[in-house]
């Protein structure tokens, strides 16, 4: 729904930038249902399904979720008009979505949220009947690339172009057994084992090839990511597996006119990075040392104590602080910097992660200071609503007519995914920025650039 505020203005001073000529009709109304296709039930799944599902029976508030509490500043500050981004953009509803999921452990998403631990029997408790009704699909699934588990409900098939021929049927059947209008797919299933994209994932034609012939450089998260871009559903990518950070992706992507983007939810410490770095660096103080330990004890956890996952993980993580404060830029500043990341895993906290992080630096003089945090975070609390920001936003892209890396969604990753040779903004301040004027180019409004001389003539 449009905002009753949208004027059009011209003659604006140099504030203003309008980049095309974007208009609101050229977005297709968010009739229907939306079918949100999870890959992977557990923690993340089942925590966003439990949080949406509270939110329509009002026994809970969206917390975290931009498209759900967020407000837009549209205009002049004197103008005083900041819709609720929801009211201004025309988003699927709450009430719209469907859920789907894929998962080799056949526990259903009430069972999954039980064993995960992640909520209080007390609040998944009243949701039992609508989400033991959620069972997951058998799952394309390997464990040459999940080492950490296994599970029976998987998919056999003589190749892994069949495994994805399944995948793809499954989409369709669920969108016609579901009566959904539309559809999106996030990956919020196990980090897979560290590949880099090869000559197999080049092209269309050769990641083709590749999975008729059992490639080993194609990962099962490949398989749900080729398949729905082969039906033209939009993919996020949660976790840091390569995925479609890929040619052959990205080409799909494009020929399909589908939205992309990804990849590893920007949940706890990196959360935390994004935001303390940018301001460091906004004050010009060096950073010497950046030391960064987690303990959790959930499947994700288990899963990351393999070191092929966590070198998966550690690729997504290093890389913010890097692009944030640009030592090629200020080498007396962060030339020396010592960054490191661990992650180790502790049953006895469950989902209930602590990260600890202590920053060395120093200001005037080169005098030294340390910074320690202790974040006694839950994970999934932090990831839940990304996927359901994820979800409503792909989809409004996809019916504005955007498709390939959608890069204004950066704010919800670790490691923003970007056009080829582009490198990602990583600060949590310009990626929401950026976020924001999307949604008002998008609308047909004035972008912000906050420069505010108006005000003074
Ligand atoms: N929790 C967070 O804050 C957070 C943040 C960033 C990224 N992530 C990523 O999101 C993903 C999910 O995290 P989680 O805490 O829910 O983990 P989880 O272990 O609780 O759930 C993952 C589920 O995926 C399933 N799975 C594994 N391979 C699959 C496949 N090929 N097809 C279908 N299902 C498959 C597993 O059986 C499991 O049930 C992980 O990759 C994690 O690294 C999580």
Not at 296 to 305: A, H, I, Q, T, Y
């Amino acid at each position: 729904m449009a905002s009753p505020n949208q004027k059009k203005r011209s003659n604006r001073p140099e504030r203003i930038r309008k980049v095309d000529n974007r208009s609101p009709d050229q977005i297709a109304a968010a009739d229907g249902k939306l079918g949100v296709l999870l890959v992977g039930l557990g923690a993340v799944s089942t925590t966003f399904i439990a949080g949406v599902e509270a939110a329509r029976r009002g026994l809970n508030r969206p917390i975290g979720s931009l498209t759900q509490m967020a407000t837009i500043r549209l205009g002049k500050r004197t103008d005083t008009n900041t819709p609720l981004i929801r009211d201004f953009v025309p988003l699927a509803g709450l009430d719209d979505l469907v859920f789907g999921a894929w998962d080799p452990i056949p526990d259903n998403a009430y069972k999954s949220a039980q064993v995960c631990g992640v909520l209080r029997p007390e609040d998944i408790g009243p949701l039992e009947d609508f989400m033991s009704g959620i069972v997951p699909m058998t799952a394309a699934f390997d464990t040459d690339y999940v080492k950490k588990l296994d599970g029976p409900n998987v998919k056999t098939g003589a190749n892994k172009r069949e495994l994805a021929d399944q995948i793809r049927e499954d989409i369709r059947r669920f969108k016609e057994e579901n009566g959904c209008d539309r559809l999106v797919m996030v990956w919020a299933a196990s980090t897979e084992i560290f590949l880099k994209a090869t000559h197999v994932h080049a092209s269309i034609e050769a990641f083709e090839a590749a999975m008729e012939a059992n490639d080993p450089a194609i990962a099962p998260s490949m398989l749900y990511a080729w398949a729905a871009l082969r039906e033209g559903v939009p993919f996020a990518n949660g976790a840091p597996n390569l995925t479609i950070d890929m040619p052959a992706m990205t080409a799909l992507a494009a020929e399909n006119s589908t939205p992309i983007c990804g990849r590893d939810f920007k949940t706890g410490q990196t959360l935390l990075k994004t935001i303390i770095a940018p301001g460091l660096k906004a004050r010009m103080l060096g950073l010497s040392g950046w030391f960064s330990t987690n303990i959790l004890g959930n499947r994700d956890g288990e899963v990351l104590d393999d070191p092929e996952s966590f070198k998966t993980k550690e690729e997504s993580k290093l890389g913010a602080l890097e692009h944030i404060l640009q030592p090629d830029l200020y080498p007396e500043l962060y030339g020396d910097m010592y960054h490191k990341v661990r992650i180790n895993y502790y049953p006895p906290r469950g989902d209930n992660k602590e990260g600890w992080d202590n920053l060395d630096i120093f200001g005037w003089m080169g005098y030294d200071m340390q910074i320690k945090i202790d974040f006694l975070c839950r994970d999934s609390i932090l990831a839940a609503p990304i996927v359901l920001d994820l979800a409503l936003f792909l989809d409004l892209a996809q019916r504005a007519g955007l498709s390939g890396v959608q890069e204004w969604l950066s704010f919800y990753f670790k490691a923003p995914q970007t056009a080829a040779g582009l490198y990602p903004e990583h600060d949590i301040f310009i990626q929401q920025w950026k976020l924001k004027n999307t949604l008002r180019w998008l609308m047909g409004q004035d972008l912000i650039t906050h420069l505010g001389q108006e005000y003074y003539d």
